[in-house]
């Protein structure tokens, strides 16, 4: 394997100049799911970097449950600096699972939470509060739920009739694209790898501008979208659930309200011109993806390969 064992956790720099070109020059939609389908691949592809340098660490501490023939000259010669690098990727690794399992937790926790607080509530999809604090979100439903949009009386009285229209179409938009979806696999790759946060950053983005896009080709009229967005921002303060991924993630207001007094975006595109600034970000990240994915299973099949080859029968 030698240092290409190491790539899946570096790697994720190449995907930076993607996440900043994609959010300015691709259409939202697109942009969306590119950076999350980056993201998601290159964190799986450095969890299972970790793991494999995990167990190399592992089989050469004293007293380990492992088979002896893991801890052979052949196998540490696998992983360049296998003391260092294998005994590293312990903590490194139980620190990855305890901050996804964390991030699932709350995310799940709060969901629930919210839709406790809405039980007494009419089942319409719009759940008007009345608080005196101006926030709203949209909560995705589960088994036993449905999607709600949550809004409360004090924002709704600082909008017009149809800034409000504009705010539920946008709330509508991210309810029907989940995309909650995409910012819950960005934060879980973030977590898993730190070099992924500005793709989550750029994730957080590009959903709510596809959402503004949305409501935007809903009402017709993007500048009246663009005044309930920035009326809504001036008004809204911390929502209760600022937890979960997804609920009330604004996102930079005025990068969101000058996109949308231009004009609107070019039509989404499967994938960018080759010849453009965008679109050689969008194949450098490509390229860095495959490299890690590849590197990522040659490691893992020549590690399973090696093991069994040590492992007495």
Request: net charge positive; hydrophobic share 55%.
């Amino acid at each position: 394997m030698g240092v290409f064992v190491f790539l899946p956790l570096v790697l994720p720099l190449t995907a930076w100049p993607v996440a900043r070109l994609a959010e300015q020059h691709l259409h939202p939609r697109v942009a969306t799911r590119l950076v999350t389908a980056v993201a998601g691949v290159m964190a799986l592809c450095s969890t299972v970097c970790l793991g494999l340098l995990m167990v190399v660490g592992t089989a050469q501490l004293p007293g380990n449950p492992l088979p002896d023939g893991w801890s052979d000259p052949e196998v540490r010669e696998a992983v360049p600096y296998d003391e260092v690098a294998g005994k590293a990727a312990i903590p490194a690794l139980l620190a990855v699972a305890v901050m996804c399992v964390r991030t699932l937790w709350r995310h799940t926790r709060v969901r629930r939470r919210a839709h406790r607080a809405l039980a007494g509530l009419p089942g319409t999809q719009v759940a008007v509060l009345p608080d005196a604090v101006p926030y709203v979100y949209a909560l995705p439903g589960g088994v036993r739920s449905r999607d709600r949009i949550v809004v409360t009386t004090a924002l709704l009285a600082g909008l017009r009739p149809a800034e409000r229209r504009a705010l539920f179409a946008h709330e509508r938009a991210h309810l029907a694209a989940r995309h909650h979806r995409f910012l819950l696999v960005a934060q879980l790759a973030a977590r898993a790898n730190p070099f992924l946060r500005p793709l989550a950053t750029a994730v957080s983005y590009t959903t709510e501008r596809w959402a503004d896009e949305e409501a935007a080709r809903a009402l017709g009229d993007r500048r009246v979208v663009a005044r309930a967005v920035g009326r809504a921002a001036l008004a809204a303060r911390a929502t209760p659930v600022p937890t979960l991924a997804g609920f009330a993630a604004p996102g930079p207001v005025p990068r969101r309200v000058a996109a949308l007094l231009g004009p609107a975006p070019a039509p989404a595109r499967s994938w960018p011109p080759g010849f453009t600034a965008v679109g050689v970000a969008a194949w450098a990240a490509a390229a860095g993806t495959a490299v890690s994915a590849m590197s990522s299973a040659n490691s893992a099949v020549t590690m399973v390969l090696i093991l069994h080859a040590a492992t007495p029968l």
